[in-house]
């Protein structure tokens, strides 16, 4: 299995960016893709995750700003993020679970800074 994570960047507060992950290789029907964060200094956080039946999660600190959508068909994970604040700055990383198994992608870097 691989995750290929896009779509990073630099913005300045208030600004926008879609970050996509695409999922690959021997997956199984049933699972969860997700968004974490982790921050410089801090544990990584979960900010979004949807089940392959389409439930979706969002932590509190992200609701009314970011929009996670998956497209099952194609195993891929979209997290629109809007009205960024300096405090969503972190390296964020997809993930996909499975049965007992975890698997993350490279991390792409959020940058949001005046």
């Known amino acids: 299995v691989q995750l290929q994570a896009s779509g990073g960047g630099s913005v300045q507060p208030g600004g926008s960016l879609t970050l996509s992950c695409a999922a690959h290789?021997?997956?199984?029907?049933?699972?969860?893709l997700g968004w974490y964060r982790q921050a410089p200094g801090q544990q990584r956080e979960l900010v979004a995750d949807?089940?392959?039946?389409?439930?979706?999660n969002l932590v509190d600190s992200v609701k009314g700003r970011f929009t996670a959508s998956r497209d099952s068909g194609k195993n891929t994970l979209f997290l629109q993020m809007a009205s960024l604040k300096p405090e969503d700055t972190a390296v964020y990383y997809c993930?996909?679970?499975?049965?007992?198994?975890?698997?993350w992608g490279q991390g792409t870097l959020v940058t949001v800074s005046s």
């Open positions: 993930s996909l679970r499975f049965l007992r198994n975890v698997f």
């Open positions: 290789g021997n997956i199984f029907r049933i699972n969860t």
């Open positions: 949807i089940t392959s039946g389409g439930r979706t």
